[in-house]
Nanobody
């Protein structure tokens, strides 16, 4: 059994900052790629940022220079530091992790999602 638990969402004014965290727990052998997705009302879910176990990162064009993804492998945790937030960043943010469990299988796991609202 593996769980991903997110925290850090909330309401912020345009130009503000937020930091999201996502901690994985359970029968984890290793974690490969971790990522943050978001889905705004009426829009499709999009991959915002991803990070490999070695630390290589990738971002959707709209957040480059404003968002930073990082991870702490010892804590099985991934972070998303968001700055210069815009109204269009409002969405439910969810983390995902590609995990090999102790029993040997590899599966993508998802967190429950956390709301980020950018509003004046």
């Amino acid at each position: 059994q593996v769980q991903l638990v997110e925290s850090g969402g909330g309401l912020v004014q345009p130009g503000g900052s937020l930091r999201l965290s996502c901690a994985a727990s359970g029968s984890i052998f290793s974690i490969y790629v971790m990522g943050w997705y978001r889905q705004a009302p009426g829009k499709e879910r999009e991959l915002v940022a991803s990070i490999t176990s070695g630390g290589s990162t990738d971002y959707v064009e709209s957040v480059k220079g404003r968002f930073t993804i990082s991870r702490d492998n010892a804590k099985n945790t991934v972070y998303l530091e968001m700055s210069s937030l815009k109204l269009e960043d409002t969405a439910v943010y969810s983390c995902s992790a590609n995990i090999r469990v102790m029993a040997g299988g590899v599966t993508d796991y998802w967190g429950q999602g956390t709301q980020v609202t950018v509003s004046s």
